[in-house]
């Protein structure tokens, strides 16, 4: 079973930023589309922002003109650089395929979003 690994979470205050990074194998990057989702406590999970292979985005009306979601083509690596936090941004976020693959969920980044 793939397991894909998301880093960069953490503490922040409300207006901050963070930058989350996933990099799944070359195998998976090329072929795929690439997502960030994220679960809130009591919530479902949600998508919030898409990349294809060729770097077409697309964003979640709540986190749209805050997030942006890239890829390192070289590095085989996707970021979310999420800026003007809130704290209903409060979540863990994971990344996967688009759409997701079960076998590659992993354990996700906590980011809490308090002052």
């Known amino acids: 079973q793939v397991q894909l690994v998301e880093s960069g979470g953490g503490l922040v205050q409300p207006g901050g930023s963070l930058r989350l990074s996933c990099a799944p194998s070359g195998s998976i990057f090329k072929i795929y589309a690439m997502g960030w989702y994220r679960q809130a406590p009591g919530k479902q999970r949600e998508l919030v922002a898409r990349?294809?292979?060729?770097?077409?985005?697309n964003y979640g009306d709540s986190v749209k003109g805050r997030f942006t979601i890239s890829r390192d083509n070289a590095k085989n690596t996707v970021y979310l650089q999420m800026n003007r936090l809130k704290p209903e941004d409060t979540a863990v976020y994971y990344c996967?395929?688009?759409?997701?693959?079960?076998?590659?969920w992993g354990q996700g980044t906590q980011v809490t979003v308090s002052s």
């Open positions: 990349i294809t292979s060729g770097g077409t985005t």
């Open positions: 996967n395929t688009v759409p997701s693959l079960y076998a590659y």
